[in-house]
């Protein structure tokens, strides 16, 4: 019976670090984690709200319904902690003859939520509540440092979407980014534009990653996303870059590899297959006939455009090869409102696996 009491301790014990060491992984390290806990309360929780959405006839309906995933997926998270740490402790205090199992959650249970109803005279139970305590006190103090973080980092991000919105239309589609540039005089003008959104990347590549609950958390406006604001702020610069007729813009360059780097990043935690290394050639989810039919639009709009399109959409195409599948991926795990070139070519959800798995090229 011994040997029995100190493996159930052990056990108990065990399952405690466990959550602990999920916890510190989730909240606090500053580093995209995959952590088994985590992934097995979200994985779930979205499937049951794919589902709910799924009886809503129009967008916003179901916009509306996966808009509370993430945050109660954030509440439940914190309780499987909760219970998790509890059921480790209720395994101790059985195993310090605590008896029956009934008595052993109760006092567990009092002791994590430091209401102290049920203590014990015993030195070794008391030691164990306190030290349980101790510790709902510390993930109570976790989540509480944890939500402000995170929705500070989810208002910065929607701050540069509601932006876009104001040059490019909502949806934003990158024709009408361009027009709205020509037709105030600032085709030429769009540097600090493109520094901007070349630092909000560098932003939700760390906050993204570091939190990847953000990931799921949509914008106030339905028909707003920061996965399509992403995809249309990339393929106006390298529309810039490529078809319209004016000087060169570096900044337009590093903006696109800010942005790609950050969707690959995001889209590598997700478990999102994409090529590391395209080559320029590789084929992509935007057809050519697409490409000049916007091309078509902007010319009809008094755009300056170059006179040889057909390399016009190959340097495109060029730009477009490194964050394509990410884009894509990325819009079939977030389900966003439809956008050009982006959400509109994406299949339904995509479940991420639970466990982690390498990604291969």
Known sequence: MLAV??????MGAVVVLWALFSAVRTVVVPRAEHVLLTRAVFIPMRAAFELMARGRRTFAGRDAVLARFAPLSLFA??????????????????????????????ESGSSLTTLGFRTSDRFAVQALQVVEALIGLGLIALMISFLPTMYNSFSQRERAVSRLSIRAGTPPTPSEMI???????????????????EEWFVEIE??????PALVFFRSPDPRRSWVTSAGAALDTAAMMLSAVDVPASPQAALCLRSGFTSLRSIAQFYA?????????????????????????????????????????????KGWRVNYDAALIGLCSLTSPPEGVWSSDRSVGYRRPPLRRRRRQR
Do not use: N
């Open 272 to 316: 999102i297959d994409f090529d590391s290394d395209p080559a320029p050639h590789d084929s992509i989810s935007i057809e050519p006939g697409e490409f000049h039919a916007v091309l078509d639009e902007l010319e009809a709009a008094g755009v300056p455009l170059v006179t040889d399109r057909e390399q016009a959409w190959r340097d495109f």
């Open 5 to 10: 009491e100190i493996a159930v301790f052990v």
């Open 77 to 106: 998270l914190a309780a499987s902690w909760a219970v998790v740490v509890m059921g480790g402790f209720t395994a101790m205090l059985w195993a310090t003859d605590v008896r029956p199992l009934r008595v052993a959650i109760i």
């Open 179 to 197: 027009r709205r540039a020509s037709a105030i005089g600032w085709l030429e003008r769009l540097e600090q534009t493109w520094a901007e959104w």
């Open 206 to 211: 760390e906050s993204h990653t570091s939190y």
